[in-house]
């Protein structure tokens, strides 16, 4: 197999491996900044502290209980973190 063939395959084989992750990746950062957003909206309009940030993230990884938990420390109200929570992993 001549080498620029070889080079060639190589390439697509990355383009099309990098294409795919550039469209799953965006989908996880979604589930977490709805759960950030749902939490910016009760602060109406205040950007979300980091641990808030934080307790999303730990929502996305399925941990619907301690994210609950992180966002009621946050100053969360318990409704608004039990719904936060929910749509990160959805």
Known sequence: M???????G???GLA???GGAAFTAPAAHADVSAC????ERELQGGEAPEAVR???S????GEHEECVSG???SGVTNGTAVSAC???IQ
């Open 2 to 8: 001549r080498t620029s063939t070889r080079i060639a």
């Open 10 to 12: 190589v390439l697509s």
């Open 16 to 18: 099309l491996v990098l």
């Open 36 to 39: 950030i957003n749902q939490v």
């Open 54 to 56: 934080k307790a999303c």
């Open 58 to 61: 730990v929502g996305y990884s």
């Open 71 to 73: 966002l009621t420390k």
């Open 86 to 88: 929910k749509v990160s």
